[in-house]
């Protein structure tokens, strides 16, 4: 133990030292999610001045976040845009989007790309042994950890928070941990966690989750997207019985579903009796329950997005969200009117995955309408706005739900997917939908 523990206090430091040893240009790299070293770009800048340029690699920033990324010299590479890189490409026009999927990350590392100049990434404390538990995420930091830990390029840094909930994990998946061994440097912290608030949900999320709450059945396995919706269908399931989770994201509503007592795992070819997902993100609540709960684990996103992997589910069931779609049946969940509005993330990977397991389905979701102040709008259009670019495409598409039913679209011709698909528009488009559909070329 004092092995470690010597090492440990070799290693440590603080943000402020760290920042002011780093050298212009600069390239980060983060955690994600509530891994996300806010502390270090906020360290960034009041202490980086000397850092004429910069180049920050986050994904799904909260709009407040992060004042040195509107300054000068300072450009913001992401997968996933957020409220602040929307921002930023209204203002600065500073953001570099890569469209990339979540299982991707991996791939990426595996080709030996060359590292950041730093990894920054939250953890929890280091034990007696010399480990740090990975805490809320586990989606590509044990591989970025792995892959960079003995590159002299890349300086690995973990800010051990002593308020992160100690979160399972499966051995042989590398176990959800770091070792003392494998980092340059420590920076002790004790700040709370970043919390995802809970969403209030909307009559449309109300009535989209009916829909989908009639399409899951006893035993089917779980996958749930962002949102309110998500834990308003986790709140009609807890009637349902024998069911398994596995998910990107465990959040506030898988939470409340599996202290129902309708999910018990028990279906599951692998890890039977575990709720298995890549990060959590949600309240203190959700926190305080993941501490060190055995009946929860995190794995890096391989393990868990992989279409082959969500493949071997028993009846896995994907719901997700989507923006637009258009009478061929086209989906588009990271584009809004020609332009991105977020990212891939593993929205193709689970739609995909889930249809090759046994008994399997892909759900999506959609309001039928947006209200603007220029008036109302139709989601569902006779073709996507140009520039948009489509997440689900045609011959994939599965199950798409609106306020106003589900349409199960795989299988169908286009002339019947168009007519299903109006008959879950909004009423006051359905007329000029079939105008529409009438016209256009097969």
């Not at 018990?264 to 039977?272: D, I, R």
Request: net charge negative; glycine share 8%; charged share 25%.
């Amino acid at each position: 133990m004092s092995n470690v523990r010597d090492e440990y206090e070799q290693k440590k430091t603080t943000y402020e030292a760290l920042v002011k040893s780093l050298k212009s240009p600069l390239s980060v790299g983060t955690g994600n999610a509530p891994a996300k070293a806010h502390n270090f770009f906020y360290a960034l800048g009041d202490h980086g001045d000397h850092i004429e340029e910069m180049t920050l690699a986050v994904t799904n920033t909260f709009e407040d976040e992060y004042p040195i990324a509107f300054r000068d010299g300072v450009q913001i590479r992401t997968a996933f845009l957020g409220a602040l890189e929307r921002k930023l490409l209204k203002s600065h026009g500073n953001v570099e989007y890569r469209p990339t999927s979540f299982c991707d990350g991996k791939r990426f590392l595996d080709m030996n790309q060359p590292g950041p100049d730093i990894f920054v990434t939250v953890c929890g404390p280091m034990n007696d042994e010399g480990y740090f538990n990975m805490g809320l995420s586990a989606s590509l930091e044990y591989d970025f950890v792995s892959r960079f830990e003995n590159e002299d390029g890349t300086k690995i840094v973990l800010e051990a928070n002593s308020r992160m909930p100690h979160i399972m994990g499966i051995e042989e998946y590398g176990g959800h941990r770091f070792h003392i061994s494998q980092i340059d440097h420590v920076i002790e912290s004790n700040e709370p966690v970043i919390e995802l608030p809970r969403q209030e949900a909307s009559a449309s999320d109300v009535e989209m989750a009916k829909h989908v709450t009639d399409l899951i059945e006893d035993g089917a396995t779980l996958q749930f997207g962002f949102g309110a919706l998500p834990d308003v269908v986790a709140d009609n399931l807890k009637s349902r019985k024998n069911l398994s989770i596995h998910t990107e994201m465990v959040g506030d509503g898988c939470m409340e579903l599996i202290k129902s007592g309708a999910v018990t795992n028990a279906n599951k070819p692998e890890h039977k009796g575990i709720t298995l997902a890549a990060f959590a993100w949600g309240t203190k609540d959700l926190y305080d329950w993941l501490e060190r709960n055995e009946e929860v684990r995190l794995a890096p996103v391989m393990n868990v997005n992989f279409p082959p992997v969500l493949a071997r589910q028993h009846k896995m069931t994907s719901i997700n969200s989507i923006l637009q779609l258009d009478l061929r049946g086209q989906a588009t969940a990271h584009c809004l009117n020609g332009k991105t509005y977020s990212g891939l993330g593993g929205h193709f990977e689970h739609t995909f995955g889930a249809q090759l397991s046994p008994g399997g389905k892909s759900i999506l979701c959609l309001r039928s309408c947006a209200d603007l102040p220029s008036g109302r709008v139709s989601n569902i259009l006779p073709r996507l706005p140009e520039g948009t670019a489509v997440t689900t495409p045609e011959f994939i598409i599965d199950w798409v739900v609106t306020e106003y039913g589900a349409a199960h679209l795989k299988w169908l011709s286009l002339k019947d997917r168009m007519k299903a698909i109006i008959e879950i528009a909004h009423p006051d488009f359905r007329e000029e939908l079939e105008r529409d559909a009438a016209s256009l070329p097969l």
